[in-house]
């Protein structure tokens, strides 16, 4: 079993005391974890977006700051600023909630674009800079945003420069009615079930180890290039005005890579990137005027990528490496 895997099934058996049928959403977090990304949660209140996050974080073990966004939310209450003592007669830098290994930015759509963009340096390169300073923040960090859909009163729409930051956007849906039944069950045996049931089950050490252990899984040139025609078909499709960037195809290949580690493999399948497929573009397309008109959503464009876009075979062969002749591996 290789330690990203261990990892995965130890946070996923532990939330799952608290949290019922999300263990695709965890498998996203967990996916984003070990490649530095930064996930936005999507769906209607009540629905545990909030609850999941708070879970991952009690669980992983890592420090963790939950900022409730708000209009009157201002960029210096996320990054922080210097305070006068007047004790000393001196400015003192006080850190904002952004400086935690995990950030869970609450209802983020619902702050002002002002304050959204105080996200945009440290989310990207994993500092901020207060008063012409630029500080480091933890290693590993990671932001959790939550939202609610753009169509409700009091949510601002996010500019697409945050968006194409986030790794991905998962769509958290419903229950099923067999789990919601399960989760009433669950409420009726333990009402006070809470994030204080979870423990922690993970270690930054087991963390830093299925990172690394991420970057030596293998891609075969056609996963690959099967990346770069997903994105490609993306961007061209007589619906998209603005498709994703080159962050997209970097974001297909990570994620794939660790999707391979947390189920066991050393080399990754194309079902590994056809998994991302609508986390990771749902966000970046955008749609030309007309596409309304012609009554076409992001995913019906996605769908229609998917089936015209040809995926590599999937024989041994094609897609592990090709043994170099001295008892190695010939990792392309």
Known sequence: MTDA???????????????????????????????????????????????????????????HNRIQMTPDLLPADVTGTRVYRENTGEFTLQKGSIFANLVVADEVNRATPKTQSAFLEAMEENGVTIDGKTLDLPDPFMVIATQNPIDMEGTYQLPEAQRDRFQQKVIVELPTESEEG???????????????????????????????????????????????????????????????????????????????????????????????LRSILTHRLVLDADAELRETSVDDVLTAIEETTESPG?????LTPIPDGDGGDEWG
């Open 5 to 63: 895997e261990t990892l995965y099934q130890l946070i996923r058996d532990e939330i799952s005391h608290v949290l019922i049928g999300k263990e695709s959403l965890i498998e996203h977090l967990t996916v984003s974890l070990l490649t530095d990304g930064h996930v936005l949660l999507e769906g209607v209140p009540g629905i545990a977006k909030t609850t999941v996050a708070n879970l991952f974080a009690q669980a992983t073990g890592l420090s």
């Open 182 to 276: 399960e989760l009433l069950d669950r409420i009726d045996e333990n009402p006070n079930l809470s994030s204080d049931d979870i423990e922690q089950v993970a270690t930054t050490e087991m963390i830093n180890k299925a990172r690394r252990e991420v970057t030596t899984v293998y891609v075969a040139p056609a996963v690959k290039s099967y990346i770069l025609r997903l994105v490609e078909a993306a961007r061209m499709h007589e619906a998209v005005e603005y498709g994703g960037s080159p962050r997209a195809s970097i974001a297909f290949l990570q994620t794939a890579k660790a999707r391979a580690s947390i189920h066991g493999r050393s080399y990754v399948l194309p079902d590994d990137v056809k998994f991302h």
């Open 314 to 318: 999937t024989t041994a062969d094609e």
